[in-house]
C-alpha cells in the first residue's frame, strides 16, 4: 500500500489562556485539528504524533487486539485501499455528496477501521447496529443508495437476504473472518481478505472538504419511517475542535467505550478522545463494572441509565449490610446532601434559587463552611470506596442521551465523582451544550458549545421570549446538520430560512446562560383541564424510590396521570423478607401490601419534588413484569425509553388504567 505523502502535522496547540487559572485545573494543552479539512487528515496527524500510543484496544473482542496511532493510520489507510481495489463503486455525480456505503456492525476496532476506512476511501457511511430489525436495515440500504456494504458477520448478512440482492449492492465486507459465502452474486470478503487486498494497492485518499458529507444516520423512526441524518465532516471536525473546551485529556489516557459506536453522541465523544492520543478501551454493560477497577479509566461517557445502575448498584450493596451501619452510612449522605445544597446556593450554581439574595447566599456560605467538615469525614471513610469502583481516576464523566435525575446528580456530588450533562441532537452532530467542571450548574445542561447560538420562542407564535423564559428550543452553529437526506420537506420544516434548528425540545435559559431542558414538545401530556405536564421530570423524582426501575407516564386527554411501573424485584423481595411477607412474583404485584408500598412511593416521591403542583399526582398505575428493553423494542440503543413503542405495547394496560 502506498498512501499519499504524510502532510504537514494539522495538530495545533492552544494554551486556554481565556479560563481564569482558578476555575479549573486545566494547565495543559489542547489539541486542535483546525487546519483539517476532513476527518479523515485527524487520524493522519494523530499517527505522526502520537505513533507508539495505542488507539484502540478491545480484550473483548473473539481476537483481542491493541494497535498503537501508527497501526491505526496503517489499517484505515488499508481498508480504504482494499474497498478502491476491489472496485468499490465510489463515483458519484454530486462532489458534495460521494458514493454511499452502509455499515451495520456494533462496537469493536475494526468498526473504526471500517467507518474511517469508507471516508478515507471517498464515500460517506450509512451506519446502524448489526442488531437492529431487519426492515429498517433494508430500509436504509434502499434510501441511503448504498453500493457497498460492511456488516458485522455473517450472521448479519444472511438477516438481509434474500431482499439485499434485489438492491445496486456490488460489493460486501464482513468484520469477521468467516469463510465468504461463494454462492451469491455478489463479491463477497472477509475483513482479512480485504486488508491483503489493500496491502499493495496505491491508495487515492480521499480529497473531501468540510462542506462532503461524512455519514448518515438515521434516527430511529419512532414516529414515522426513519430519517437520514446529513452530517459533514465540518460538522463532526467541530466536534473534534470545541470537546477541549470543556474535557482535557493528556496522550496516553483512557477511555472506557461502552454506548453503540454508530451513535452520534457515542461517536464524536470516541473522534474527540482519540484526536487526543487517548486509548480507547471497548467494553460492554456486561464487563463495564469489572473493566472500570481494571482500566482504572481516565474518561467515562454514557447515558442516565448507566449512571441508575451504577447508583442503584450501591444502593442494593447498603441494603445488603447490617442496619446499624446503613444507618451510619445515610446519616453521611443526609449531611453531605445539607452541604452540596448549601455550596450551590452561596455559588449561584443551585438551579432552584436562579437569583438568591446575598444574605442568602452568605447564610449558605456560612452553613457550608460548618458541614464541611463532616462531608470530608464521609468522603475519608464511606465515599472513597465508592468512588473505588469507578477505578478512582476518572477526571471527567459525560451524561447525555437524556435528563439526569436530581437524586443522581446529588449522589453523584456527594460522592465527589465529577460528572457534567450534554444536551444534543443527532442532527446537531450532536453537541451543542455541556456543563463546564468549573460552572456545573445540576439540572441543566449546561453551556453553549463555541460557536452555537441558542434562542427559546414560543412554539405556536415562534416568536423568540424574554430571558427565563420557557418555550422551544432553537439552535444554529457550525454542528447542524445538511439535512434530511432525499428529504428537502422534512428538512425545510426543521431547518428555518435563518439557518435555525428547531430540536422539537421545550426549555429555558437561566441568567448564566446554561440550558434547562423540561420536556420534548411532543411528549407533553395535556389532561382534560387543559395543564400541560412534561413528564420526564416527574419520571425522574419517582426513579429516587428504590422499589421503582423503570416508570413511564400516560394520561393524554383523561382528567390524571397514570403510570406503568417496572418495579425493582431484588428491592421488592427484600422489602418482602423485613414484612415476613411470601412474595411471589409476578402474580403477587397485584396484592394490596404491595399495591400500598408503591402508592406510599409515588405520593412521597412526587410531593418531595421541588415545585410541585396539584396536577403532577399520580392516580391510578400498574407494576408490570417484563422491562422495557432494547430487545422488546421499548428501548432505544441508548437506553431511551420509546414512548409511542411502549404506548401501543401496553394499550390495554393503558386503557384498564383509567377505566
Same mark, same amino acid.
Given at each position: 500500500m502506498h498512501p499519499q505523502a504524510p502532510h504537514q502535522s494539522l495538530v495545533d496547540y492552544h494554551a486556554l489562556s481565556s479560563y481564569p487559572e482558578e476555575q479549573h485545573n486545566f494547565?495543559?494543552?489542547?489539541?486542535?485539528?483546525?487546519?483539517?479539512?476532513?476527518?479523515?487528515?485527524?487520524?493522519?496527524?494523530?499517527?505522526?504524533?502520537?505513533p507508539d500510543i495505542p488507539a484502540l484496544s478491545d480484550r473483548h473482542a473473539e481476537s483481542p487486539i491493541e494497535i498503537t496511532f501508527r497501526e491505526l493510520w496503517q489499517q484505515i489507510s488499508q481498508f480504504a485501499a482494499g474497498l478502491q481495489a476491489n472496485r468499490a463503486?465510489?463515483?458519484?455525480?454530486?462532489?458534495?455528496?460521494?458514493?454511499?456505503?452502509?455499515?451495520?456492525?456494533?462496537?469493536?476496532?475494526?468498526?473504526?477501521?471500517?467507518?474511517?476506512?469508507?471516508?478515507?476511501?471517498?464515500?460517506?457511511?450509512?451506519?446502524?447496529?448489526?442488531?437492529?430489525?431487519?426492515?429498517?436495515?433494508?430500509?436504509?440500504l434502499a434510501d441511503s443508495g448504498s453500493t457497498t456494504l460492511v456488516v458485522e458477520d455473517l450472521k448479519t448478512l444472511k438477516k438481509l437476504l434474500p431482499e439485499l440482492l434485489d438492491l445496486p449492492i456490488s460489493l460486501v465486507v464482513l468484520l469477521s473472518e468467516e469463510?465468504?459465502?461463494?454462492?451469491?452474486?455478489?463479491?463477497?470478503?472477509?475483513?482479512?481478505?480485504?486488508?491483503?487486498?489493500?496491502?499493495?494497492?496505491?491508495?487515492?485518499?480521499?480529497?473531501?472538504?468540510?462542506?462532503?458529507?461524512?455519514?448518515?444516520?438515521?434516527?430511529?423512526?419512532?414516529?414515522?419511517?426513519?430519517?437520514?441524518?446529513?452530517?459533514?465532516?465540518?460538522?463532526?471536525?467541530?466536534q473534534v475542535n470545541t470537546f477541549g473546551g470543556t474535557i482535557l485529556l493528556q496522550p496516553g489516557d483512557l477511555f472506557l467505550s461502552v454506548l453503540p459506536s454508530w451513535h452520534s453522541y457515542e461517536r464524536a465523544c470516541e473522534y474527540f478522545a482519540v484526536s487526543q492520543g487517548c486509548t480507547q478501551i471497548y467494553t460492554n454493560i456486561r464487563h463495564i463494572k469489572a473493566d472500570m477497577k481494571l482500566y482504572r479509566p481516565h474518561l467515562l461517557v454514557g447515558?442516565?441509565?448507566?449512571?441508575?445502575?451504577?447508583?442503584?448498584?450501591?444502593?442494593?450493596?447498603?441494603?445488603?449490610?447490617?442496619?446499624?451501619?446503613?444507618?451510619?452510612v445515610n446519616t453521611f449522605f443526609a449531611w453531605s446532601r445539607s452541604y452540596i445544597q448549601a455550596k450551590r446556593l452561596a455559588t449561584g450554581l443551585d438551579i432552584t434559587n436562579l437569583n438568591p439574595s446575598m444574605p442568602a447566599k452568605l447564610v449558605a456560605g456560612l452553613k457550608s463552611l460548618l458541614l464541611a467538615p463532616i462531608h470530608g469525614l464521609g468522603r475519608a471513610i464511606v465515599y472513597k470506596k465508592i468512588l473505588e469502583a469507578t477505578g478512582g481516576r476518572v477526571k471527567i464523566a459525560v451524561s447525555g442521551g437524556g435528563s439526569l435525575a436530581m437524586h443522581l446528580e446529588d449522589f453523584f456530588e456527594i460522592i465527589g465523582f465529577p460528572l457534567v450533562v450534554g444536551y444534543g441532537l443527532t442532527e446537531t452532530s450532536p453537541v451543542t451544550h455541556v456543563r463546564r467542571p468549573w460552572h456545573n450548574m445540576r439540572g441543566s445542561s449546561g453551556l453553549p458549545m =463555541?460557536?452555537? $447560538?441558542?434562542?427559546?420562542?414560543?412554539?405556536?407564535?415562534?416568536?423568540?421570549?424574554?430571558? @427565563?423564559? &420557557? #418555550?422551544?428550543?432553537?439552535?444554529?452553529?457550525f454542528q447542524i446538520m445538511r439535512g434530511y437526506y432525499q428529504k428537502p420537506e422534512a428538512t425545510a420544516k426543521a431547518i428555518d430560512p435563518q439557518g435555525w434548528f428547531n430540536t422539537g425540545d421545550l426549555g429555558l435559559i437561566t441568567p448564566a446562560g446554561d440550558i434547562?431542558?423540561?420536556?420534548?414538545?411532543?411528549?407533553?401530556?395535556?389532561?382534560?383541564?387543559?395543564?400541560?405536564?412534561?413528564?420526564q421530570p416527574l419520571e425522574d423524582a419517582c426513579l429516587r424510590s428504590s422499589y421503582i426501575d423503570q416508570i413511564m407516564l400516560v394520561g393524554?386527554?383523561?382528567?390524571?396521570?397514570?403510570?406503568?411501573?417496572?418495579?425493582?424485584?431484588?428491592?421488592?423481595?427484600?422489602?418482602?423478607?423485613?414484612?415476613?411477607?411470601?412474595?411471589?412474583?409476578?402474580?403477587?404485584?397485584?396484592?394490596? =401490601?404491595?399495591? $400500598?408500598?408503591?402508592?406510599?412511593?409515588?405520593?412521597?416521591?412526587?410531593?418531595?419534588?421541588? @415545585?410541585? &403542583? #396539584?396536577?403532577?399526582?399520580?392516580?391510578?398505575f400498574r407494576l408490570i413484569n417484563e422491562p422495557f428493553a432494547i430487545d422488546n423494542g421499548l428501548l432505544t440503543q441508548t437506553l431511551k425509553i420509546r414512548r409511542p413503542q411502549v404506548t401501543a405495547y401496553h394499550q390495554q394496560t393503558i386503557t384498564e388504567i383509567f377505566t
Open positions: 494547565r495543559n494543552l489542547v489539541i486542535t485539528y483546525q487546519s483539517a479539512q476532513c476527518l479523515t487528515q485527524v487520524w493522519q496527524s494523530a499517527a505522526e504524533k502520537f463503486n465510489l463515483d458519484s455525480k454530486d462532489a458534495q455528496t460521494p458514493a454511499r456505503m452502509a455499515l451495520f456492525a456494533d462496537n469493536s476496532a475494526r468498526w473504526f477501521i471500517a467507518d474511517q476506512g469508507i471516508m478515507a476511501a471517498g464515500a460517506a457511511n450509512a451506519v446502524r447496529s448489526s442488531q437492529t430489525e431487519r426492515a429498517e436495515l433494508l430500509y436504509i469463510a465468504a459465502l461463494t454462492d451469491l452474486p455478489i463479491k463477497v470478503l472477509n475483513f482479512s481478505h480485504l486488508m491483503e487486498t489493500g496491502e499493495n494497492y496505491p491508495l487515492r485518499l480521499t480529497t473531501a472538504d468540510r462542506s462532503t458529507l461524512a455519514t448518515l444516520i438515521y434516527t430511529s423512526g419512532t414516529t414515522g419511517e426513519p430519517k437520514g441524518v446529513m452530517l459533514t465532516h465540518g460538522n463532526l471536525l467541530h447515558v442516565p441509565r448507566l449512571w441508575e445502575n451504577i447508583y442503584e448498584g450501591v444502593q442494593r450493596q447498603l441494603r445488603e449490610q447490617p442496619a446499624n451501619k446503613q444507618k451510619l =463555541p460557536g452555537t $447560538e441558542i434562542k427559546i420562542v414560543d412554539p405556536e407564535t415562534k416568536e423568540t421570549l424574554a430571558a @427565563g423564559g &420557557r #418555550g422551544l428550543v432553537l439552535i444554529r452553529g434547562v431542558i423540561t420536556g420534548r414538545a411532543k411528549d407533553t401530556i395535556v389532561l382534560t383541564n387543559g395543564e400541560n405536564i412534561e413528564p393524554q386527554d383523561q382528567r390524571s396521570l397514570g403510570a406503568l411501573i417496572v418495579p425493582n424485584q431484588d428491592a421488592l423481595k427484600l422489602w418482602a423478607m423485613q414484612q415476613n411477607l411470601e412474595l411471589n412474583l409476578p402474580e403477587d404485584l397485584i396484592t394490596q =401490601p404491595v399495591q $400500598e408500598l408503591f402508592r406510599q412511593e409515588l405520593n412521597r416521591e412526587i410531593k418531595n419534588r421541588p @415545585g410541585y &403542583r #396539584g396536577d403532577d399526582r399520580i392516580g391510578a
